[in-house]
């Protein structure tokens, strides 16, 4: 019989309750018990839900209070020397706050312990906590969350199937600490708890155990293959009786197809969306005693299944496999989308004929349990009346004039080289640009944000409900404006910022102002811990039809003779962080946006604003999973930034910013894009991310973030000035900027300007090192 297999589904909540629980709990409002009853009430409504839709393997072990990674973490024992302070015994009171150290730093009781590294999972907007690892590290089961969990699934009457991340991708997606030593060499320490872990679910009752391996998507060396055939190997023996899945998400096998089809497992689930056609070639390949998965929907973009397209693929693989060994499921867990259309009812945001091609994490459970009734020759009575309003959806929307405008198009198409090249190289623009702007050694800024207090986002939601005039609503996010600009003056901020707080998301507000943008009110997705973001809907032609950031940076400009920065999206990061189009090639998309871009920054530059900040932090997201499809990637995306920003004069400045990522391995197209001034984040990895400038001389101004604004801690002048000290090491001095790591929305306003103070101070004392260093040099 055909089964129906899901990966993961979201934790936030339909209404985003972990978020606000979290939260609660981080500032003390909440016990540790209510947390956890928060998390107990998600995980129930989620098994319940996905037993009603007739999904036959449920996940458990997919919840998570911050991130499945650092669970993962936390399982193995794999926890930093620094954190060891804070162990006092096991058991939930001391693991949770452990925990959230871990993910956010912790700085009381006297003690100050900095967060985990915190980069992008693989393309997606997702951020994990990257594991860290030392030279003969040993680990030991210290979490059993994963069985608590299977656990208490058991006890609401849910035979579910717990989810590990899969040790050699736990290995593969962390960091040596220390050299010496390559982090497989931990893999025999790790296999154990791994052994452990899978004879206790045993005991419990699991049959199936899904162990994710995204990194069998990536370009693995002969060790790595290896690694993965000596561990399963060695897994299967400890769980002898116990039936084995491999996930396998985001991209397809390739060349490691072999390696995976052959692991000692009972089932491989594939990615048949990010992997399309590649079924064809696994087939004949398949062994006669592996189930395969097929992921034909779509676990990361939130349009509605093309049944008639993935029954032509299921029954492809019915064909050679037979039903006993065919599974219908998403292709990667449901995480990286909203929880429920159904939630969506105003029209004004959501017309109903968009709404109409669109499917969200429950709707596609039932997608997924429709193509198992489709393929299986089901007898439900109404599946053949859902093929037929499928099919209808699908009709309507290849056919929707919402959908193309020719003058977009045609803009796309007239683009020349010389639109994406400003016309004098950096070298001539930044003399210009220092008589222009006037400013010192080592200029201090900030990313572009500033906390949003509850107060702020209230007027937003009074004005969409006519509670507020938008006289009012003017005068209210003017007066903070000005409290903000009269703070950063004071404090000695070179190029203030306006703080954003007429904003939303950085996406989602240009957007909003975009044509070929629908939106969601409940469409919220985890980027990390409780931050989530409701990606916009690119569903069709972008055009700008009139200003989106002239009003409030005019303003902004005119309170201070200091240069205020103008805040822009980037044309990558409008792509990657929206649910992008499928019906057209993402670059045509995404240079429709670019060009949109590129008449704000003009028109910007036209009402006085000399500094113009176009951030790009998903520039390396999108970057292909393999290294054969990243060229062109980068190509498109440096010449999507360079048509964005070169419409303007030489003595316009162009910053652009970029965080949680790895740059070493793409520095060179980074340095194409030609930007003024880049800035990044490097402070969680203590400037290990500037190692790349030692060899590679950029070319450019550049900002490494000094301190880490995702945890709540203050760092002291001292620790700025250490790492400003390592930046000077590998940056000359007159091209380095000083500037947090990204923006300061979700910090409160305490934390931000004692933060910012001290970095202020750090910039002061690098300033009076260097003249005094002048003088004596003289």
């Not at 912790?106 to 997606?124: L, N």
């Not at 910007?604 to 054969?628: H, S, V, Y």
């Not at 360079?642 to 949680?660: A, F, N, P, W």
């Not at 790591?741 to 409160?748: E, I, N």
Request: glycine share 8%.
């Amino acid at each position: 019989m055909l089964r129906t297999n899901n990966l993961g589904y979201p934790r936030i909540g339909n209404l985003r309750q972990l978020k606000k629980s979290n939260e609660a709990y981080w500032a003390g409002k909440i016990s540790r018990e209510e947390l956890i009853a928060a998390g107990k009430g998600i995980r129930r409504e989620n098994w319940l839900l996905q037993r009603d839709a007739g999904i036959d393997l449920i996940p458990s072990g997919d919840f998570s209070f911050y991130d499945q990674v650092l669970d993962t973490s936390l399982m193995v024992g794999a926890i930093p020397p620094r954190y060891h302070q804070l162990v006092e015994g096991k058991g939930p009171e001391r693991e949770l706050d452990l925990y959230f150290a871990m993910a956010r730093g912790y700085q009381r009781d006297g003690k100050d312990i900095t967060a985990m590294e915190m980069t992008k999972w693989f393309d997606t907007n997702y951020h994990y906590l990257v594991p860290e690892f030392t030279k003969g590290q040993q680990f030991g089961l210290f979490s059993e969350k994963v069985m608590d969990e299977f656990y208490e699934a058991k006890q609401l009457g849910i035979q579910t199937k717990p989810v590990l991340l899969g040790p050699l991708s736990f290995l593969l997606l962390g960091k040596e600490k220390e050299g010496g030593f390559h982090r497989l060499d931990l893999l025999d320490s790790l296999l154990p708890v791994y052994g452990e872990v899978l004879q206790r679910l045993k005991k419990l009752g699991a049959e199936y155990v899904q162990l994710d391996e995204p990194c069998l998507a990536l370009d693995l060396d002969k060790r790595s293959r290896q690694a993965y055939r000596k561990a399963y190997r060695a897994l299967a023996e400890q769980a002898a009786g116990l039936k084995l899945i491999v996930a396998t998400y985001f991209e397809g096998l390739g060349d490691n197809a072999n390696t995976a089809l052959n692991l000692p497992v009972q089932a491989l689930h594939i990615d048949l969306v990010r992997g399309e056609g590649e079924l064809y070639q696994l087939l004949p390949k398949v062994p006669h005693d592996l189930i395969l998965s097929l992921g034909v929907v779509d676990g990361r973009n939130i349009w509605k299944n093309d049944y008639e397209k993935s029954l032509l693929i299921i029954r492809d693989a019915l064909n050679v496999l037979g039903k006993d060994r065919v599974w219908i499921a998403p292709s990667c867990s449901l995480l990286h989308v909203p929880c429920d259309l159904d939630l969506e009812t105003d029209e004004k945001t959501l017309p109903p004929g968009i709404k109409d091609w669109l499917a969200f994490a429950k709707q596609k459970l039932a997608e997924v349990s429709d193509l198992g009734k489709l393929a299986d020759g089901s007898g439900d009575t109404d599946i053949d009346a859902r093929l037929a309003a499928n099919r209808r959806s699908q009709q309507a929307r290849a056919g929707s004039r919402l959908i193309h405008r020719h003058a977009v198009k045609q803009r796309v198409q007239g683009i020349t080289e010389a639109d994406s090249t400003r016309p004098t190289p950096f070298t001539g623009r930044k003399p210009k640009q220092q008589v222009n702007l006037g400013l010192p050694d080592f200029p201090t800024t900030t990313i572009g944000s500033f906390p949003q207090t509850g107060e702020v986002r209230s007027w937003r939601a009074r004005l969409k409900k006519g509670e507020l005039s938008g006289a009012e609503y003017d005068t209210l996010i003017k007066q903070e404006i000005e409290k903000t600009i009269r703070w950063q003056e004071q404090t000695g901020i070179d190029v203030p910022v306006h703080g954003e707080f007429e904003r939303n998301d950085m996406v989602e507000y240009f957007g909003e102002q975009l044509r070929g943008y629908a939106f969601t009110g409940y469409g919220w997705v985890q980027s990390y811990g409780s931050r989530c973001v409701k990606p916009p809907i690119l569903y069709g032609d972008v055009s700008r039809p009139e200003d989106m950031s002239v009003y409030w940076s005019s303003y902004s400009q005119s309170l201070t003779p200091r240069p205020v920065k103008g805040m822009l999206t980037g044309p990558v990061t409008m792509l990657q962080w929206s649910f992008v189009r499928n019906d057209q090639p993402r670059h045509d998309t995404l240079f429709q946006i670019a060009l949109a871009i590129r008449d704000e920054v003009v028109a910007l530059e036209r009402a006085g604003i000399k500094i113009i900040q176009i951030d790009e932090p998903a520039f390396r997201e999108g970057l292909p999973l393999r290294k054969a499809d990243q060229q062109l990637y980068l190509d498109r995306a440096v010449q999507a930034f360079k048509l964005s920003s070169s419409g303007v004069r030489d003595e316009t400045q162009i910053h652009t910013h970029m965080c949680y990522s790895e740059f070493n391995d793409i520095i060179g197209d980074i340095a194409r894009m030609d930007a003024d001034v880049i800035t990044i984040e490097t402070s969680r990895s203590q400037m290990e991310l500037l190692d790349v400038f030692a060899d590679f001389k950029y070319p450019n101004d550049i900002g490494p973030g000094v301190y880490d604004i995702h945890s709540p801690r203050i760092p002291p002048v001292e620790e700025i000035l250490f790492l400003l000290e390592k930046a000077k090491a590998v940056i000359p001095a007159e091209q380095l900027w000083v500037n947090p790591d990204c923006g300061l929305k979700t910090r409160t306003w305490g934390e931000a300007t004692a933060a910012l103070e001290n970095m202020v101070e750090a910039a002061r004392i690098l300033r009076s090192v260097k003249e005094k260093d002048t003088v004596e040099a003289s």
